[in-house]
C-alpha cells in the first residue's frame, strides 16, 4: 500500500471550503487542464453517501481512461472519502479532511492506493504513479491559491 497525504490551509471558512469541495463539478477546476477532466454521468450539486460519479480522465501520455469513484462516509462539513470502484488503480481511497483553524481551513488529503500489484507496482510507483500525484496536487495547490488567496 502506498500513501500520499497533502495538507494545505486557505484563508475561507469551514463551511466555504466544505461548499467548494462537496460540489462535484469544481473537480474539474483542481484537475490539470492535460488531464481533460471529465464528468460523463448526472451528478447532484452536492455531495452524498453512495454517490457514483464517473468520469474520463487523460493521466498518462493522453490516453483517454474512464473512471468510476464512489462517494461514501460524507460527514460535513468536515470529511468525506472517495474510493475507487473501477480506473487505473488495483486500489484507491481518498480521505478529505476539514478542519477549521483561526482564520481559514486546514485541508489534508490521505490517498491510499496500490497501483500496479507487487514489485511491478513498487516499479511503476516508485518511477511515474507518486511523482504523477504529486503534481496533480501540486497542482489543485496553485488553484486553491488563485481561487481563495494565500493563508496568513
Known amino acids: 500500500m502506498n500513501t500520499l497525504k497533502t495538507t494545505q490551509n486557505i484563508p475561507v471558512s469551514l463551511d466555504e471550503a466544505w461548499d467548494f469541495f462537496s460540489s462535484p463539478e469544481n473537480l474539474a ?7 481533460e477532466f471529465t464528468i460523463l454521468n448526472e451528478v447532484p450539486s452536492k455531495i452524498q453517501d ?17 473512471w468510476v469513484t464512489l462517494i461514501k462516509e460524507v460527514n460535513a462539513p468536515f470529511s468525506f472519502v472517495d474510493e ?25 488529503d490521505k490517498v491510499d492506493y ?8 513498487k516499479i511503476a510507483d516508485k518511477l511515474v504513479v507518486n511523482k504523477k500525484l504529486k ?18
Not at 29 to 35: G, H, R, V
Not at 50 to 66: A, F, Q
Open 29 to 35: 477546476k483542481i484537475t490539470p487542464k492535460y488531464m
Open 50 to 66: 453512495d454517490l457514483l460519479i464517473k468520469y474520463r480522465v487523460r493521466p498518462l501520455l493522453g490516453i483517454p481512461m474512464k
Open 84 to 108: 475507487q470502484i473501477k480506473g487505473p488503480y488495483k486500489y484507491w481511497s481518498h480521505l478529505h479532511t476539514f478542519r477549521e483553524i483561526p482564520g481559514g481551513t486546514e485541508i489534508t
Open 114 to 121: 496500490i497501483s500496479l500489484p507487487g514489485f511491478l507496482g
Open 135 to 152: 503534481q496533480i496536487f501540486e497542482y489543485r495547490e496553485k488553484v486553491m491559491l488563485d481561487l481563495f488567496g494565500e493563508y496568513k
